[in-house]
C-alpha cells in the first residue's frame, strides 16, 4: 500500500460543526431488539420541557445540513434522560446511520417539543385506550410512565400490535419495568393493563387490531367493557393505515377527534419517520 493510500486509510472522518438552535446530546444506551428495532437514550438538556406524548425532531452530526426526522419521545416528562425507540431503515435519510450509534456518540435534537398525544388534547375520562402499532408504542412509553395518567384515569389500557412475537419485547419490557419501578408501581397500581398482539404469529395471527376491536376479542381477551365515548378517551399511533381505520372505527362509535386546542374523546399522531 502507498504511503498516500495509508494516510487516506488513516485519515479521520471530516468533522462537522453543531449547527446552531439544537442541542448535542449524549448517548448513554442503546438496546437492539431485532434486525429491525431498536432504542436508545440520550442525555436531557436540563432546559429541555416537554409533555409525556409529545415528539421532537433528531438527527446527526454528519453533515453540513444534517437530516432531521420526528420521533416520539419515550420518556415520561420526569425522566432525567430522554429515550426514543426507532425502526431500521437501510437506505432511511437519517435511520441507516441512526441505527450504528454506540454510547457516547452525539445525537442532535431541536430544541421545541409537540404533538397532539398530550393528556391536555383529551376531555376528562375513566378509561384511556392508547392503541398503537410498531414504533408507534413510543409516546405511549411516557405516557404510561407518567403519575399524571393515573391521576386522570381509572384504568389505562395499553395496546401493540406488530407482525412478530420477538417485536413485541420493546413493549413487555416496558410494562413490567412500569409495573415494578419503585415510584410508579404506587401510582399505578392494578390500573394499567397490556394487550400485546402479532398478526404473523400465534392466537392473534392475521388479526390486526381493528379486527380485535369489531370482534370484541380484545374486551373478551382483557374482561373489560367494550369502548364507550361517554368515560372513555382513545390515542392513536401506528401506521398510516392503521390510524385510518381505528379513525373510522372510532368515528363509527360516536368519538370526535380532538388536538391541543379542542380537546375531545380522542387524538391521533401524524409525525413518521423513515
Known amino acids: 500500500m502507498s504511503s498516500l493510500a495509508l494516510q487516506m486509510e488513516r485519515a479521520p472522518e471530516t468533522a462537522f460543526p453543531i449547527p446552531a438552535g439544537v442541542f448535542a446530546e449524549t448517548v448513554t444506551s442503546v438496546t437492539h431488539y431485532t434486525d429491525s428495532l431498536f432504542s436508545f437514550r440520550i442525555s436531557r438538556p436540563q432546559s ?7 415528539f421532537v425532531m433528531i ?11 420526528a420521533y416520539s419521545i419515550a420518556s ?9 425507540f426507532s425502526i431500521k431503515v437501510p437506505d432511511g435519510p437519517l ?15 431541536r430544541k421545541k417539543s409537540t404533538g397532539t398525544l398530550v393528556l391536555d388534547a383529551l376531555k ?17 412509553a411516557g405516557v404510561v410512565r407518567d403519575p399524571e395518567t ?3 384515569f381509572e384504568q389505562v389500557i395499553l395496546t401493540q400490535t406488530c407482525r412478530f412475537e420477538a417485536e413485541l ?4 419490557d416496558l410494562v413490567e419495568a412500569a409495573r415494578s419501578d419503585e415510584l410508579m408501581s404506587e401510582f399505578i397500581g392494578d390500573k394499567l393493563l397490556f394487550h400485546a398482539s402479532a398478526t404473523r404469529e400465534g392466537e392473534t395471527r392475521r388479526h390486526r387490531i381493528t379486527t380485535l376491536i369489531e370482534t370484541g376479542r380484545l374486551f373478551d381477551q382483557l374482561g373489560i367493557p367494550p369502548l364507550d365515548p361517554t368515560d372513555d378517551r382513545a ?10 381505520d381505528t379513525e373510522r372505527l372510532l368515528d363509527a362509535r360516536g368519538f370526535v377527534e380532538g388536538a391541543n386546542s379542542r380537546p375531545e374523546t380522542y387524538v391521533v399522531e401524524r409525525a413518521f419517520v423513515d
Not at 446511520?97 to 442532535?108: A, C, E, S, Y
Not at 419485547?169 to 413487555?172: I, K
Open 48 to 54: 429541555f420541557r416537554f409533555r409525556s406524548g409529545e
Open 59 to 69: 438527527g446527526l452530526p454528519n453533515a453540513e445540513k444534517p437530516v432531521f426526522r
Open 76 to 84: 415520561p416528562s420526569w425522566d432525567e434522560e430522554l429515550e426514543f
Open 95 to 109: 435511520t441507516e446511520h441512526l441505527q450504528k450509534i454506540t454510547v457516547g456518540d452525539t445525537v442532535l435534537m
Open 124 to 140: 376528562p375520562g375513566k378509561r384511556l385506550f392508547l392503541f398503537s402499532t410498531g414504533t408507534g408504542i413510543a409516546p405511549f
Open 150 to 152: 393515573y391521576e386522570k
Open 169 to 172: 419485547a420493546y413493549g413487555r
Open 235 to 244: 390515542m392513536i399511533c401506528g401506521s398510516m393505515a392503521m390510524l385510518k
